[in-house]
């Protein structure tokens, strides 16, 4: 392992970690991973890979699949943040093939991160040199899998005739990988815990509702909760809307997620409650899966889980690494805790008293610029700080996309940023500057 990369992220590889390298750097087998969510499947896979890939060559070598747009974006900026030498491109949907087509050309990757339907559509365009790719991952490989996707998958292994390795990796294992995928000799690497994958640091509780329409029991326990970050996991999309809306209406700050929004608005959602704008994200299960958001303190269950891997993944979001966290089942009347939930759990009892719904420390700011118009994060913030008025301690996240920017910023100064920004310029170049709400 190249312990130069280790020290420069700052982290040190845990058990899983320290597996999945050693099997993909000194073996010559398929590798297939089992872990919890947010045990860090993806430097585990990453680490080692960059390692066998040739930074030197302008050819594509490896292809990671990804069931979701956010999961490509994610990734690939963790490629980044290596600063590996290699160069990468995340491939999703809601884009023009032809636009990808040409960053393929300009980039020339040497590893992309991609959703089935869009490889699929590169392969058939011939934007992508098959012969070339020699490594194949499959992250989430149980969703990727599913019936509804095997015709996809099985298309894709079918162009992809020379991968010479294959990496699987999730959080909940699939009842079987099918031939296509064609694995041969493989090490296989579970690292579940027991009790259905629910680490002990995990507090279980069940929130009894009077009403069949639990909207004002959930009021009341997210009040209870303060300022704590939370996920309230719903089944259908409409229904996210509806109790995100609800949740507006009695001042609490909301983002809301699922698979029907535009790219720009899953992004900025993801985007304010990651940072700390927003403390609560309504969302469909979506949002259980391979996304990067630190620092969950709740789940909650509006929705029973449909499956127990569907409970096992929304759990996950909550105590990553070794923190602790809590998981709450709101049951309607006639609804009772699932069989497969076999953790010990207590009634959560909500008090009479509750504060106002809890403002967050932060909010976030849009700037229209990003990489491609050669503005990077430190720019951004001389940016706020000349023009905008802030200290630096008063910047949070910053995230940098090719035509846009995201900054979290403190709360109590945002009239002030974005009234001290109006018409003003970053790099000499005009921009807008305006709330995420």
């Not at 599913?146 to 294992?173: V, W």
């Not at 640091?201 to 970050?229: A, F, H, Q, W």
């Not at 891997?309 to 805790?337: C, M, N």
């Amino acid at each position: 392992m190249d312990n130069i990369m280790l020290e420069k992220l700052g982290i040190t590889l845990n058990s899983m970690q320290e597996a999945t390298a050693d099997a993909v750097l000194h073996t010559d087998r398929d590798v297939v991973v089992i872990s919890p969510t947010g045990s860090g499947k993806t430097y585990a896979y990453l680490l080692p890979l960059v390692q066998r890939l040739d930074a030197s060559s302008d050819e594509l070598q490896a292809v990671v699949l990804v069931p979701g747009r956010e999961l490509a974006l994610q990734s690939a900026n963790v490629l980044r943040d290596m600063g590996s030498g290699l160069r990468s491109m995340p491939l999703y949907g809601g884009r023009p093939t032809m636009e990808e087509h040409r960053m393929l050309r300009d980039v020339k990757p040497q590893i992309v991160f991609v959703t089935p339907g869009r490889m699929n559509d590169h392969l058939d365009k011939a934007n992508i040199n098959s012969r070339t790719v020699k490594w194949l991952v499959i992250d989430e490989f149980d969703k990727c899998l599913e019936l509804g996707f095997q015709d996809e998958m099985k298309s894709i292994l079918c162009k992809l005739p020379d991968i010479e390795r294959r990496i699987l990796l999730s959080a909940t294992d699939s009842e079987s990988i099918p031939d296509f995928v064609s694995m041969g000799k493989t090490v296989r690497l579970d690292y579940r815990a027991d009790e259905g994958n629910i680490p002990d640091r995990i507090r279980l509780y069940t929130v009894s509702s009077p009403e069949k329409d639990k909207l004002g029991t959930l009021e009341k326990l997210l009040l209870s909760l303060g300022d704590r970050s939370s996920i309230v996991f719903l089944n259908y999309r409409d229904s996210v809307e509806r109790t995100a809306l609800f949740l507006k209406e009695k001042g609490f700050t909301v983002s809301w997620f699922h698979g029907g929004l535009e790219q720009r608005e899953r992004e900025a959602a993801l985007y304010r409650f990651s940072n700390g704008s927003a403390p609560i994200l309504v969302s469909t299960d979506l949002a259980s899966r391979g996304l990067d958001i630190p620092d969950v303190d709740n789940i909650i269950h509006y929705h029973l889980p449909e499956t127990e891997d569907s409970y096992v993944h929304r759990v996950g979001r909550t105590a990553r690494w070794d923190k602790g966290g809590q998981s709450f089942f709101l049951l309607g009347p006639e609804e009772f805790l699932p069989d497969y939930v076999g953790k010990e759990h207590h009634e959560y009892q909500i008090p009479e008293d509750l504060p106002r719904p809890a403002l967050p420390r932060m909010a976030t700011i849009y700037i229209g610029k990003g990489k491609k118009d050669k503005i990077s994060k430190n720019d951004i913030v001389g940016f706020l700080c000349k023009k905008g008025g802030l200290r630096s301690s008063e910047i949070g996240k910053i995230d940098v996309w090719d035509r846009f920017s995201y900054v979290a910023v403190t709360r109590s100064e945002i009239k002030k940023i974005i009234s001290l920004t109006k018409g003003e310029k970053i790099k000499g170049i005009h921009t807008v500057v305006e709330e995420v709400r």
